[in-house]
């Protein structure tokens, strides 16, 4: 199962492990804590990064204390502290904070930082009914060795990840695990379409997904639709095989949808279709 639903019942509203997951790199958490809460957690072998996603917080990494903010995720870019391995980090919440928390091996080569939305690079990517905001939160040539964390917000009637791509070492591809967070705008109404799908061997699975749901994406290609009436928002986590500058290199499209990207002007087709 590769789709979970919040655990509103506890401050740990997700959590994915290797072990749980069945993969080799990322964990990822989602924490939610109330006013002048603490969370503390060691990074042992790993490199970290922390994403806000609403609320104040003080940050302390072993003598260095941070300041995590954001109002919301809708209204605007996180920031994201970078953490080395064998560390400890400690979140103390001044109003109620909820960030993701993620990691993956690394052998310590950079320092703890914290980026700023302002340093992050921003675009408009795709065309057509396939347009998205999508932030590079901490990718190449930002320094981590395995994490790569982008922000997405896509506008309700559109498309992500189209011309759909995969990670997996298929047809030469690089391999890379990766989580998808979503917030969705109606919380209550709103509502999200993420497939993920492999053509060798085959493998086709497709979920409905509502705010604060969590989808796992192991293999495979992996589109998202938003349907008119939803604003998405989605964070996503990856790591795998690739390593410091390597974290740069392109994903595979699937070649039967990859002639998008010459034709984004034809998209979407005139109405009416037919003639009467």
Sequence with gaps: MHHF???????????????????????????????GETYTTDTKTNEVGVVPLRGTARARVTNETFSLFRSDVF????????????????????TAFEFAIGGAPAEGKYP?????????????R????????????????????????????????????IPPHCHDGYAGSPYLEETYYYRIDPPAE????????RIEPPFDETFTVRDEDLVLVPYGFHPVAVPP?????????LAGDLVDEQRKAPMYDDPAFVWIKQNWATEPT???????
């Design 5 to 35: 639903k919040p655990n509103r019942a506890s401050n740990i509203v997700h959590q994915v492990t290797p072990a749980s997951a069945g993969w080799k790199y990322l964990d990822f958490s989602v924490i939610s804590l109330a006013a």
């Design 75 to 94: 209204r605007e870019a996180g920031q994201a502290l970078y953490v080395p391995p064998r560390r400890t980090i400690t979140v103390t919440s001044e």
């Design 112 to 124: 703890t930082r914290l980026f700023s939305p302002a340093e992050m690079r921003h675009e408009a």
């Design 126 to 161: 795709g065309g057509g009914a396939a347009r998205r905001h999508v932030c590079h939160t901490l990718s190449y040539p930002s320094p981590a060795e395995r994490l790569i964390l982008f922000e997405v917000w896509v506008p309700g009637g559109m498309w992500a990840g």
């Design 190 to 197: 709103g509502f999200a379409i993420h497939r993920n799908y």
């Design 229 to 237: 009436g939803s604003n998405v928002y989605f964070l996503n986590y």
């Design 270 to 276: 005139d109405l009416p279709m037919l003639k009467f």
